[in-house]
């Protein structure tokens, strides 16, 4: 992995939604498609304020999420409601989205047909991940029901349930995380900075993160 550090934050975000357009503009040369992987929470929004004004064929790019709350669009806990906000805007706005969320009550009975759209976009071009303190990364938290399916195994989607997360979520495998052809983890302040270096020394079971920093390039700023 390579670590790059920054002096503010705000200058990382312009700087990584600027690596992020490169890629998909340079795979789109090649391809007739690319792929985009971002995940939500707190950190990436001023990424995504960015991006979504990036010059690129946005109509030939797929965009979707490293993982999702199960719940509807309208909640404020939904990454989709997000993204729809500040990624899917702009020039972005024809990008392709593929959901995360279908309206069932379970995961389990949205899974196959979501994941079945996204076979159709692997290996993703670029994938935009966070990190949190406890040294999860997309869904795949430590201590989650089904951590092992997530690590290892052919599964696109798993379902999660997670003492840290009050929803049911679901996420892209570390597999297929890992399989990006580019991969970027944003992180910021000194907690998240000690929960990396304590990842790269632990086994994925304990620091989820740890099974997609091979070949990653980690960007963290201080505040
Ligand atoms: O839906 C989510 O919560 C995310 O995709 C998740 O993996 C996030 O990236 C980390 O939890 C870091 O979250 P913050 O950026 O809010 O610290």
């Not at 391809?31 to 010059?55: K, M, N, Q, R, W």
């Not at 309208?74 to 989205?97: C, E, F, H, I, M």
């Not at 679901?170 to 929960?195: C, F, M, N, Q, W």
Request: glycine share 8%; with cysteine.
């Amino acid at each position: 992995m390579e670590l790059i550090t920054y002096a503010d934050s705000e200058l990382m975000m312009i700087e990584v939604a600027s690596r992020l357009a490169g890629e998909l503009r340079q795979a789109l040369q090649s391809s007739e498609t690319a792929s985009l992987a971002v995940p939500g929470g707190t950190t990436p929004g001023p990424i995504f304020d960015s991006l979504c004004g990036a010059d690129l064929d946005w109509d030939r790019v797929a965009v979707l999420l490293t993982d999702e709350r199960w719940v509807p669009e309208d909640s404020p806990r939904s990454n989709t409601r997000l993204l729809r906000q500040r990624l899917l805007t702009g020039k972005a706005a024809v990008a392709r989205y593929l959901p995360l969320y279908a309206p069932a009550d379970t995961p389990e009975e949205g899974i196959p047909q979501l994941a079945e759209a996204i076979s159709g976009v692997l290996p993703l071009t670029a994938c935009l991940l966070g990190m949190g303190a406890d040294m999860h990364t997309a869904s795949i938290f430590p201590g989650a029901d089904r951590l092992s399916e997530a690590l290892a195994g052919d599964a696109i989607l798993v379902p999660m349930r997670a003492p840290g997360a009050p929803e049911p979520r679901v996420t892209l495998s570390a597999p297929v995380l890992a399989g990006a052809i580019s991969r970027h983890i944003v992180i910021t302040g000194p907690e998240k900075r000690e929960a990396l270096e304590r990842a790269r020394t632990l086994p994925p079971e304990e620091a989820p993160v740890a099974a997609v920093l091979k070949g990653a390039t980690i960007h963290w700023a201080e505040s």
